[in-house]
């Protein structure tokens, strides 16, 4: 991008601006604990406790990250959720059930949109979001201020909502739906029953635990920021998918972009309901928070 900018007085005062506040945050940042080695994580035994995940069997990630400062947030834990459901309540039973049966690879109740859209979510979320709030500001003609302060607000949030939910996940390191079915003999609920066999749709399971469901934070903070952003929900636009390349979906709203790629976990068969309405909350939480203290327009006060 520089180079298409011309040599002069204003682009090396430009660039100076850039390297100063590069490097002020990078100091700021020097000792926030996202380079402290992660601790080890040792699997818990009861029925309810998050487990390596098959086919692959991979190691838990950013077993640490919770305790990474913030950015804007007064800690990780200040918006955290209450406990996910009693593995003996009706309600876990039919969350069960729900992504036993619309999850499972190759399933025969999700109809081919759902198994898609799936599909179509199952990548690095926040990218998805970015590419989004790209085609709305350009759609909306910004100038270069106005969408800086999109995109910080908009990632800002993103990376307090990750030092959030993995601050949740691993306070309550509850199980992932292929192990719940795989293992529903030892959940002492008479309304579920084990499938040893079952794998989700996409295949393999993110190394976390479920609860509460990335997606649903991040997208749910997204969504709000851009409602909030451009004092609207209605806008026609396409998202492309990370790990499907060429597929794009088209929506009317970013509200409608933010309720498929939530429930698009259940129909990937990595999350249950609850994990994406906790989620939701959390990420709406962390968004309302930074919209209200940091960034804010010109001539607006802080509380």
Known sequence: MLTQIPEGAHKDQGISVGQLA???????????????????????????????TPPNLPKPQFTGWGKVTP?????????????????????????LNEVKSLGIVNSTTATADQAL???????????????IAQTAVLAAGLTVPESARLFALL???????????????????FWRPVTAIRAADTDNNPETVADPNWLPEVGKT????????????????????????????????????????????????????????????????????PDLTTGKDL?????????EHFLQPTGRRRD
Not at 23 to 52: E, K, M
Not at 81 to 86: E, V
Not at 117 to 131: L, P, R
Request: glycine share 6%; net charge negative; hydrophobic share 40%.
């Open 22 to 52: 590069a490097d002020t945050i990078l100091d700021a940042r020097s000792a926030d604990g996202s380079a402290t080695p992660p601790p080890v994580f040792v699997f818990g035994t009861a029925p309810d406790d998050f487990q390596s």
């Open 71 to 95: 950015f804007a947030l007064e800690s990780a834990s200040q918006f955290r959720p209450g406990p996910p459901p009693d593995l003996q309540s009706d309600t876990y039973a039919d969350d």
């Open 117 to 131: 859209t799936g599909s179509f979510w199952n990548g690095a979320i926040q990218n998805y979001w970015n590419e």
């Open 155 to 173: 990632n800002l949030s993103f990376a307090d909502d990750v030092i959030a939910f993995y601050d949740a996940k691993y306070t309550y390191n």
């Open 206 to 273: 993110t190394p976390d635990p479920s609860y509460p469901g990335a997606h649903a934070v991040i997208s749910a903070s997204a969504g709000l920021l851009l409602r909030s952003f451009f004092e609207q929900d209605q806008f026609n636009f396409k998202v492309t998918s990370e790990v499907l390349p060429g597929v794009e979906r088209s929506f009317s709203s970013f509200s409608a972009a933010e309720q498929e790629a939530t429930l698009s976990r259940i129909f990937a068969g990595v999350h249950f309901r």
């Open 283 to 291: 990420g709406e939480d962390v968004a309302h928070f930074i919209l």
